[in-house]
């Protein structure tokens, strides 16, 4: 049901805000309520971020991560190991897996995942950019991508095109979470653990 406000701008200001992923009109008004009351310099700082972040945000010219110049920061970094790269679908799962602090390679970031219901196809990713990449220094391709359908189909797709280039390639590992009950697991997760099992 259509709401009536009695400002025009908070109209739109709920609009705009309703039109962010997860949020949902009332969740929209809430938050443009929160920010109509709270002090000026607040408001302003964070449209001051959201300009920021359109004007200076970019993609990495190597590997299509976010950065502020050509080349970002994981790429530049010279102590890190050239020879592995570490594929992900969005920006997000970068700053995911650097968080762990264990992984010392470098990254490739493809926009998206393949997904033949959607119209995304290998030219709708950044597929073409990953396979220029693969050099005389690449000895492994780490395929990070998500543990669903689209994850695993795009998955596949890459290691067919990168394994006759006589590259490893590898999946992350995927199985029981810590703390998690084997009764709560559904098969295909028991599967993967049963299938990833290691030595004590």
């Known amino acids: 049901m259509a709401r009536k406000y009695s400002s025009e701008a908070l109209a739109i ?68 190991k050239p020879e592995t790269i570490c594929v992900v679908e969005e920006p997000r799962d970068v700053i995911t897996l650097e968080s762990t602090g264990e992984y010392r390679g470098l990254y490739h970031v493809l926009h998206g995942a393949l997904s033949p219901l959607d119209n995304i196809t290998p030219d709708d ?34 290691s067919r095109l990168i394994k006759p280039l006589g590259v490893r390639v590898t999946r992350l590992a995927r199985g029981l979470p810590m703390g998690g009950d084997l009764e709560y697991a559904d098969e295909v997760t028991l599967a993967r653990a049963l299938e990833g099992r290691t030595e004590l």
């Not at 709270?38 to 959201?50: H, K, N, T, V």
């Not at 689209?150 to 797709?157: D, H, I, Q, R």
């Open 125 to 158: 990713i950044r597929a073409r950019e990953l396979m220029q990449r693969m050099g005389e220094s690449v000895e492994e391709v780490i395929i990070a991508t998500n543990p669903n359908i689209e994850g695993e189909a795009t998955a596949l797709y890459l």
């Open 13 to 80: 200001l709920v609009d705009e805000l309703s039109r962010l992923p997860n949020i949902g009109r009332v969740t929209a008004q809430r938050l443009a309520f929160h920010i109509l009351k709270g002090p000026a310099e607040r408001a302003f700082s964070l449209s001051d971020a959201i300009r920021a972040v359109k004007e200076k945000v970019r993609y990495c010219d190597v590997c299509w991560n976010i950065t502020e110049s050509e080349t970002c920061e994981i790429c530049h970094d010279a102590r890190r």
